[in-house]
């Protein structure tokens, strides 16, 4: 079947504006995780849905940064007023269920503020 | 906090020669798990290692678990150039299923 796709793959915008980052779990995966990836360094958690709640918002950086799903579907990431700082990969991941520690990953999507 | 700490952060190596990569941690993990990510995708499971001790081979490539369920090791033995990436080792973190990553191993392997 389908992997986790997400989109857009590159996201080019200008500081100040606010950015939507998509992302379609493997079809099935109770669990869904947001994570961000700087340039040569490894992921940091952002965000964790057990269907469409999200119980562990711990990591995400701000409250500019905010997440929803839909069902046990997609997930939105949203950046309000971007910052330079925010320019990063941001990865989705996917897993049966939160207990089952196989996630699976989409390419990301690379977010660059000018 | 739960940190892991992976070294050599960078490595770059002639194919054909081994190498070990390091990831330790002051905390104990239930399981830590390794990942290859190469550019522009996002990271691929490799193995993932529960028992304190146990040794895992996949192909050229052998992990282990410290006994104390610290520590991980990843060697590759007779590296290829196909072995190239980000190698990331993981571990989960409280009960949401939430990964801890290392900072990341750069390996380069060249022909």
């Known amino acids: 079947g389908a992997g986790v796709s997400q989109s857009p793959s590159n996201k080019v915008t200008e500081k100040g504006k606010d950015v939507e980052l998509r992302c379609d779990p493997i079809?099935?995966?109770?669990?869904l995780y947001w994570y961000r990836q700087r340039l040569g360094q490894g992921l940091e958690f952002l965000i964790y849905f057990q269907g469409n709640s999200a119980p562990d918002k711990s990591g995400l950086p701000s409250d500019r940064f905010s997440a929803e799903r839909t069902g046990e579907s997609v997930s939105t990431l949203t950046i309000q007023r971007t910052q330079q700082e925010d320019s990063a990969v941001y990865l989705c991941?996917?897993?049966?269920?939160?207990?089952?520690?196989?996630?699976?990953f989409g390419p990301g999507t690379r977010l660059t503020v000018t | 906090t739960q940190l892991l700490e992976q070294s050599p952060q960078f490595l770059s190596i002639q194919e054909g020669e081994n190498l070990t990569v390091y990831c330790n941690s002051s905390?104990?993990?239930?399981?830590l798990q390794w990942y290859r990510q190469e550019p522009g995708e996002g990271p691929v499971l490799l193995v993932t290692?529960?028992?304190?001790?146990e040794v895992k081979k996949l192909k050229r490539l052998t992990f282990q678990f410290g006994d104390a369920r610290k520590d991980s090791s990843l060697h590759i033995t007779a590296a290829q150039t196909g072995d190239t990436g980000l190698y990331l080792c993981?571990?989960?973190?409280?009960?949401?299923?939430?990964?801890?990553f290392g900072q990341g191993t750069t390996l380069q392997v060249k022909p």
């Open positions: 993981a571990g989960p973190s409280g009960n949401t299923g939430k990964l801890i």
């Open positions: 079809s099935g995966h109770t669990a």
């Open positions: 905390s104990v993990f239930s399981s």
């Open positions: 290692v529960v028992t304190g001790g």
């Open positions: 991941a996917s897993s049966r269920s939160r207990i089952y520690y196989e996630q699976y």
